[in-house]
């Protein structure tokens, strides 16, 4: 099992609502990442990190945020949750150029 | 950009028999990475194996291999022997070189061992 954990792991919560998933590695990995799972299963990219104070938009538009204070933990905060936004949510970690990402357990976001 | 396919949705092989799954992309990239991910019902991702695409031969982890077609840009992933905990969602993975180690996703292929 990899090092890297999201809580909660199910969350249901009623539109309008902010919320924050949260991630943690303790692997010391730079590299951070959020894909979000469609029901369908398929895999995008929504916002990844080099680094301490780096945050960057991936190839699927998402109107989540996140940051990254410490190297550790990188947060995904939506600051009005609707039913759109119904999906799971994949934090993953990496360290070296080319070599394989590290997954969470995932965190299944439903809004009602 | 790049696109990866994966043009099995859902596959079923018996216990202990040989399974192959597909996977083709489409990269303008000269070198580059190829995942498989497996995702078992409500567990983690984990990688099964990695493919660097310089690299000719093909990569083995016990019981899985991929077959590397450079020229075709295929990457097909074979597990031999397969059991019942072989059952999950795979993933097939494409990583540019030099772009921070971000990955493009096939849409998956469920995979059940029946025994």
């Known amino acids: 099992e990899a090092d890297i954990y999201q809580t909660p792991r199910y969350l249901v919560i009623g539109t309008g609502k902010k919320i924050t998933l949260e991630c943690s590695q303790t692997m010391g990995h730079d590299k951070m990442y959020w894909y979000q799972q469609d029901p369908g299963m398929e895999l995008h990219l929504i916002h990844y990190?080099?680094?301490?104070?780096?945050?960057e938009k991936g190839d699927l538009s998402s109107e989540s945020t996140v940051s990254r204070i410490r190297t550790e933990h990188f947060p995904l905060t939506l600051e009005s949750a609707r039913p759109s936004h119904t999906s799971q949510y994949l934090c993953a970690s990496s360290r070296a150029p080319g070599t394989e990402a590290f997954f969470g357990q995932g965190t299944r976001l439903t809004v009602v | 950009a790049q696109t990866v396919t994966q043009s099995q949705p859902e596959m079923s092989v018996q216990e202990a028999e040989t399974v192959t799954l597909s996977c083709t992309y489409d990269t303008s990239e000269s070198n580059y990475y190829l995942f498989w991910y497996k995702q078992p019902p409500s567990r983690q991702m984990i990688l099964v194996i990695r493919q660097e695409a310089y690299k000719q031969q093909n990569a083995t982890e016990n019981r899985f291999s991929v077959n590397f077609q450079k020229a075709a840009k295929s990457f097909s992933l074979k597990i031999s022997d397969s059991q019942l905990g072989d059952t999950a969602m795979y993933f097939c993975?494409?990583?540019?070189?030099?772009?921070?180690?971000?990955?493009?996703f096939g849409g998956g292929t469920r995979l059940m061992v029946k025994p």
């Open positions: 993975a494409f990583m540019k070189e030099h772009a921070g180690n971000m990955l493009t």
């Open positions: 990190s080099y680094g301490v104070n780096s945050t």
